[in-house]
């Protein structure tokens, strides 16, 4: 089972908004990661977890708070998002982070900022 | 600089045939290289990993290593209509300060056409 699951698939918020995407693995994965996908670009790395501690951040805005409650989800919180800030944004999980570690993403929310 | 290179396409094939997608990557000292399939709107998925030169084989994709010329390559025989996908090349440098990041090429769009 390589199931990563996101909620909610899709998601429509004003700039004034605050709204969070959530994140859930259950494979005993101990790495997490946030990624951003502009249409016909690759994934962006925003944020990767390891053992429920920040480990990278790609010097992200501050509108995007990511939080790891336990070792099987994984938040990011959204506020006052631009309207640039739309796009598909995945979640994905790992065993570790390092080298021959496959990672496997969830299915993604996709953000409409209006 | 941490590179990895596509060929953008769209690469179109016949079906039945062999469709060939390469990938180039810029750090000799590179771990793990993996090919995720994304379908138009939805999330990338991974079909193969390898870390060792050489090739391999899982049904009818095979991965080829060459990390001397840093050259990594996906064949999908028999192609069919439902490989119709965007192919991301991506590339785990594994140390450092590079743990726990994927690298992404910018993706080959493949068409198989019946």
């Known amino acids: 089972d390589t199931e990563v699951t996101q909620t909610p698939k899709h998601l429509v918020m004003g700039m004034t908004n605050k709204k969070s995407l959530k994140c859930e693995q259950h494979?005993?994965?101990?790495?997490m990661y946030w990624y951003k996908q502009k249409a016909k670009k690759p994934p962006e790395l925003m944020f990767v977890?390891?053992?429920?501690?920040?480990?990278i951040n790609e010097s992200v805005p501050s509108r995007f708070s990511p939080e790891c409650p336990n070792s099987s989800l994984l938040n990011l919180h959204l506020h006052a998002l631009q309207p640039e800030d739309s796009a598909l944004y995945l979640c994905?999980?790992?065993?570790?982070?390092?080298?021959?570690?496959?990672?496997?993403f969830g299915q993604g929310t996709r953000l409409t900022v209006v | 600089q941490k590179e990895v290179e596509q060929n953008s396409g769209p690469l179109s094939v016949p079906e039945g045939a062999i469709a060939s997608l390469n990938c180039t990557y810029s750090?000799?000292?590179?771990?793990?290289f993996f090919w995720y399939r994304q379908y138009s709107g939805k999330s990338p998925e991974l079909i193969m990993s390898?870390?060792s030169n050489g090739d391999k084989e899982d049904g009818r994709f095979t991965a080829q290593l060459n990390k001397a010329s840093q050259y990594v390559s996906l064949l999908i025989r028999d192609s069919q209509p439902s490989d119709s996908a965007t192919y991301l090349c991506?590339?785990?440098w594994g140390r450092g300060s590079t743990l726990g990041r994927l690298y992404f090429g910018r993706g080959t769009q493949l068409t198989v056409w019946p």
């Open positions: 994905a999980s790992s065993q570790g982070w390092g080298p021959n570690t496959e990672a496997f």
């Open positions: 494979m005993g994965h101990r790495a």
């Open positions: 977890y390891s053992y429920e501690k920040l480990s």
């Open positions: 750090d000799r000292g590179s771990q793990s």
């Open positions: 390898i870390y």
């Open positions: 991506a590339v785990n």
